[in-house]
């Protein structure tokens, strides 16, 4: 059973405008902490400066200056602790446009990443990542960084290594949220439980919770896009039934999907801060 905490939705992207890709910049004297939230757009956090407490998840990590930490859509992530000199870079971008810009290579999905840079490859970030800061219409750019961070990402050896049956799993599931364990084993032609084994420890939560929280977002955006009524939209996103889709909404966010879309929260969630 998972021992996550429950997360809040909060979209990585400007609320306003039509960004496909945005850089943040986070210091603890500026700024308040976000809940533990997770989000469709994949996320890069780069240390600048520093030290920092994340929870990823189950999982609680320690980084510092120089470290790179990725997320991909749907991972729930929290800042615990953070020193005063802590300074990072928050880099997310639209998953479409993320493929896009990694070509739709077979693991196109960003993985769950935590590598620490080289002093040039740490520089060369910062300085493209500093000049992008708050800034719309960025995308060219946005996408030059965002190549690169993922290309070092890969690059680099990971802390731990993520097992080869977990990245395939996260590239399959991002496609089609709606496949079940059985058939995604039958698919990589191994065991339900190996599957299972190796999601949790790397991503940090049970493949069926990732898989669950794919499809809740997915819901969300077929009705930002118009995707007509919320029955409707379940079904497309791949939940078997409303009660179903119900029962994960309330779940995950604490909330049914009629309270979410119609009656304010998920504005109370997009601006919460913690202390």
């Known amino acids: 059973m998972s021992t996550i905490r429950r997360s809040i939705h909060q979209r990585f992207l400007p609320t306003q405008g039509r ?16 809940p533990r939230h997770f989000h469709i757009e994949p996320e ?35 800042l615990i602790e953070a020193s005063p000199d802590l300074y990072l870079f928050a880099i997310g971008m639209e998953p479409t446009f993320s493929s896009d810009v990694l070509r739709a290579q077979p693991d196109d999905v960003l993985q769950p990443i935590r590598v620490h840079l080289a002093p040039d490859d740490f520089c060369a970030l910062v300085g493209r990542a500093s000049a992008m800061v708050d800034r719309e219409g960025v995308e060219q750019p946005c996408a030059e ?8 990402g890969r690059r680099r050896t990971a802390r731990p290594a993520m097992h080869v049956l977990t990245r395939r799993s996260l590239s399959v599931v991002n496609r089609a949220p709606d496949l079940e364990l059985q058939a995604l084993a039958a698919r990589l032609k191994t ?36 995707g007509g009524t919320l029955r409707s939209a379940a079904q497309a996103s ?20 009629r309270q979410f879309f119609h009656a304010g929260l998920r504005e109370q969630m997009q601006q919460a801060y913690d202390p």
């Open 191 to 226: 065991a339900e439980s190996e599957i299972s084994r190796y999601f949790h420890r790397d991503v940090g939560m049970t493949f069926a919770r990732y898989r669950a929280r794919l499809r809740l977002l997915r819901l969300i955006g077929l009705m930002d896009a118009g």
């Open 44 to 78: 890069f956090n780069l240390i600048a400066s520093g030290r920092a407490t994340f929870g990823i998840g189950d999982a609680v990590v320690t980084v510092s200056a120089g470290d790179l930490l990725g997320f991909p859509p749907a991972q729930d992530h929290v």
């Open 238 to 257: 791949g939940f078997g039934s409303y009660s179903q889709c119900h029962r994960i909404f309330q779940a995950e966010l604490g909330c049914s999907p």
């Open 145 to 152: 960084l965002w190549e690169q961070a993922h290309w070092l």
């Open 19 to 34: 960004s496909q890709a945005f850089v943040w910049k986070y210091s603890p004297v500026n700024w308040g902490r976000r």
